[in-house]
C-alpha cells in the first residue's frame, strides 16, 4: 500500500474552484443541473456520481466548518448564527433534492451495469434514505440540529472554582488525580454541584428531543425512534436483540474483573472504603502522572509517539498541524468533549479537544488520531459516499491506535515506571468503560421506547439500570442526587443519539487487533490500514474481516478477548 501523508484538496470540475457556499439561492443550480441532466449511458451515469459526490464534498465541509469554529468558541453570536443558518435555512432545501437524486440513481436503468461489488453498500444506503425520506421531517430535522446544539452551550459555561482559580469541568479533573484526599472529595463535590446548577435545563433540553425525535420517528412509519434510528444509523449488520446480548456478556465478563481492578486500586491507596473520588487517585507521595505541559507539547509527543508505530501516522498529524486543523487546550467557552471531524474535500480533518494535562488526554490525542489516520487512508476513494464508513469501524480505527500507541508512550515518560502506571490506566479504562456503554444504551432503548415517560420515571430507571451495572466496590452512600443526573454529562445522549454501543463493538475489535499486534506489530497494523483505507465501500462483517477480526458481539468471544486483557495487566505487575 503505497501511504502519502501528503494529501490534496480534491479539484473541482464541476463547481467553480472560488465557489463559497453563502446562500441557497447560490447553491440551487448546481442541485437542478445534477436533477436534470440526461443520463444515456454508464459513463454518462458515473460522470453524474462524480459531479454529485463533488458538490457533497463542498456542502458538507461547509457544514463541518461552521460547527468546528462554534465549538471552539461557544460564546461568540455570529458563529452560533452561521451554523443555526446553515441548519435552518440550507439543509431543509437540501433534502427535497437529495431525496430526488436518489430516486433518480435508483431508477437509472445503467445503475445495475455498475460494478455490484463496488456500488453494493452505497446501493444500500441510497435505497435506505428512499425508505426513510418523509417531507413532514425536514423542519424537525433542522430544528433538532439546532436544538442539540444547546447542550454544548449550558455545558460549556460550566466551571469551579479549586484555591481561588476558575478552571472548566475538565481542567478541574486533574484534582481527582491528586493524592490529597480531602482536595480529591472537595472538588469531585464542586464538579457535581455545578452539574446540578443545571439538571432541570438538562431535563428539560432532553424531554424535547425526546418529544421530537419521537415525532421524526412516527412520521416515517416506525413504532418509536429507536427502531427508526437503527436503521437511519444503517445497522444491517446487527439487532437490538445482539444489543441486549452484550449488555449481558458485561455483566458476566466484565464486572468481575472490574471488581478486581477497584479491590486492588483499594489496597493500594490503604482504604477501609473507596469513593467515586478515589478511583483515579494514587497513593500518597505518589505524583500524578504529568505527560505533557500544554498543547504544544502534547502534539509534539503524539508524533514522536506517532513516528515509532508508523512514520506515515506522524506525517498525518504533521499534515493537519501545516493546516492549522488542532484545537487540543481546554479554555472557558469552547464546547465539551472531543472528536475528529473529516473534511472531505480538504482531506486532512480537524482534531478538537479539551486537553488539561492529564494521562486521559494522552488517550484522547491517539484515539483522534486513530480517526485522523482514517481520513487520510479513505480519502483516495472514488465518491464522498464511499467516505461513510460505519461508525463500529471508525472507532476500531481510534481504539486500536490507543492499544498500538501504548509500547509507545516512552515519547511521553522519561521512566519505566510512570510507563507501566500510563499502560495500567489504559487497560483499566479499556475494561470499566464497558459497564458505562451498556448503561448509556440500555438507558436509551427504555427511554425511546418510553418516550411519554417523566422526569421522575426516567430517574428511577436510570438509576436501577446504573446499579444493574455497578460494582459493589465503590461507596456511593450520601451521593443519591449526584447519581440520580449521571447520564446528563453523556453528550452523546443530547447531541448523536444511540450512538455509544459503537464504543463498546469497537472496543472488542480494538482488542482483537491488539491482539494480533502482539504477535506481529507489521501484520497487524498492515490489517489496520487494509480495513481502514476500504472506507464504506464494505459491509461491517467484511470491513472485520479485513481487519483479520470476527464481527462477534457473543458472550463467548467477549469472555476470551477479556481474559486476553486480564492477563495483559497482569504483567505490568
Known sequence: MLLSADIKKLARHFVPENYTLT???????????????????????????????????????????????????????????????????????????????????????????????????????????????????????????????????????????????????????????????????????????????????????????????????????????????FVDLGRFDYTKEDCFQFHEAVKLHVLPLIEKIYAKKKQKLQLDKLYPWDTEAEPAGIEPLKPFTDSNDLYEKSVKCFEALNPFFADCLRKMKELKHFDLESRKGKAPGGYNCPLTESGAPFIFMNAAGQMSDVTTMVHEGGHAIHSFLAHQLDLSAFKEYPMEIAEVASMSMELFSMNHWDAFFNNASDLNRAKEHQLERTITIFPWIAIIDKFQHWVYEYPQHSIEERTNTWMSILKEFSTESIDYTGLEAYREIGWQRQLHLFEVPFYYIEYGIAQLGAIGLWMQYQQNPQQALQNYMQALSLGGTKTLPELYKAAGLKFDLSPSHIKTLMEFTAKEMDKLH
Open 23 to 229: 446562500t441557497w439561492e447560490s447553491l440551487e443550480p448546481f442541485f437542478k443541473n445534477l436533477l436534470d441532466r440526461a443520463i444515456e449511458s454508464p459513463a454518462d451515469l458515473e460522470q453524474w456520481l462524480k459531479d454529485m459526490s463533488e458538490m457533497e464534498a463542498v456542502v458538507s465541509e461547509d457544514a463541518c466548518w461552521r460547527q468546528i469554529k462554534m465549538t471552539c468558541d461557544t460564546t461568540d453570536e455570529s458563529l452560533e448564527a452561521a451554523f443555526t443558518y446553515f441548519c435552518m435555512e440550507i439543509q431543509p432545501q437540501l433534502q427535497p433534492y437529495a431525496d430526488l437524486l436518489n430516486k433518480k440513481f435508483i431508477q437509472s436503468p445503467f445503475t445495475k451495469q455498475l460494478d455490484q461489488a463496488k456500488y453494493y453498500t452505497y446501493l444500500r444506503s441510497v435505497e435506505k434514505s428512499i425508505e426513510l425520506f418523509r417531507e413532514a421531517n425536514i423542519p424537525l430535522q433542522a430544528e433538532l440540529s439546532v436544538m442539540q446544539q444547546q447542550y454544548g452551550a449550558i455545558a460549556g459555561k460550566m466551571t469551579v472554582e479549586v484555591n481561588g482559580q476558575e478552571y472548566t469541568l475538565q481542567q478541574a479533573a486533574k484534582f481527582l488525580e491528586s493524592d490529597d484526599r480531602s482536595l480529591r472529595e472537595a472538588v469531585y463535590r464542586k464538579i457535581q454541584d455545578r452539574r446540578l446548577q443545571d439538571k432541570d435545563a438538562m431535563h428539560s433540553l432532553y424531554t424535547q428531543l425526546i418529544q421530537k425525535r419521537n415525532e421524526l420517528a412516527k412520521n416515517a412509519g416506525f413504532d418509536n425512534y429507536r427502531d427508526y434510528k
